[in-house]
């Protein structure tokens, strides 16, 4: 149940997004042009002071639009911080003609190193998965949060990559590593149209898939699975899916690379990808 509405839904999204950017606005002219903003605002003038306003408006802006895309609260807090404390160590190098000491510099640097560290722990506590998901760990935008309902897609819930392996015509198998969104009993994944293991699953959509690194070593054991290609609305769910939870990933660079290669792969294409012992 969602109880603010798809209008309400909106009113968060476009309200978060304009104050961010605003924010962040405000925070880069007081970086290069502190001089102007205090004229604008009315007050005087103290350049190193108006240096370190910028950095942390950058920082708050930077968190707020991180909100719309992480779900995670600690490390979209963490990397907020860190980015506004790297400037504001950045603005006391810079401006020690105007004050401060190399000291204070050194401490706001170790400051951000220690927090650098702690968001690499918390990146990897949550496997690099940062995005909204929908298959039972956090809660998203929508106001909703899924399940997954199949065990033998439980522990893909938070896997940010998996080794797919699709089987050529004599039977011999050929791996590839691709992203993978879990909602329910079912499993999601993208490629290109012409892609060597699209035209495999065309002619044999029987698979096997497991948890892998992100260059596609596998880290865990391997199952049966069958896909089915998606079409229409289907295909548009997945891709959201995968836009969730991977905001930068595939809300972003790959989408780019896809439309930049469709000459020569084709258009993108999405998959289901079903447990085998969900197909009995």
């Keep these: 149940m969602n109880p603010i509405g798809r209008a309400g839904r909106r009113y968060l999204i476009t309200v978060t997004t304009l104050i961010g950017l605003l924010t962040i606005g405000i925070g880069v002219w007081c970086l290069i042009d502190p001089g102007s903003f205090a004229q604008f605002v009315g007050f005087g003038e103290h350049e190193h002071f108006l240096h370190d306003v910028g950095a942390f408006q950058v920082g708050l802006g930077a968190t707020l639009l991180l909100a719309l895309i992480w779900s995670d609260a600690l490390a979209t807090s963490i990397t907020g911080f860190l980015l506004a404390n790297t400037i504001h160590t950045v603005n006391h190098v ?118 892998a690194t992100m260059s596609g070593n596998a880290t865990g054991a391997m199952q049966p699975g069958r896909v089915r290609l998606l079409d229409g609305a289907e295909s548009r769910q997945a891709a959201r899916l995968l836009r969730r939870k991977y905001p930068l990933l595939h809300g972003l660079f790959v989408p780019a690379a896809h439309r930049l290669g469709r000459s020569k792969y084709g258009r993108t294409v999405h998959f289901e990808l079903v447990p085998s012992m969900s197909c009995l």
């Design 94 to 211: 810079l401006d020690l003609n105007l004050g401060g000491s190399p000291a204070q510099a050194w401490l706001l640097g170790a400051t951000s190193a220690a927090l650098a560290f702690a968001l690499v722990l918390r990146l990897r506590q949550l496997g690099y998965v940062l995005g909204y998901i929908s298959g039972g760990v956090s809660g998203n935008l929508s106001g909703t949060a899924g399940c997954a309902t199949d065990p033998a897609l439980a522990r893909f819930v938070r896997q940010k990559t998996i080794r797919l392996t699709t089987f050529r015509k004599d039977g011999s198998p050929g791996t590839s590593p691709v992203s993978i969104a879990v909602d329910g009993d079912r499993a999601y994944f993208r490629s290109f149209e012409r892609a060597v293991k699209v035209r495999r699953v065309r002619r044999n959509p029987n698979v096997e898939f497991g948890p």
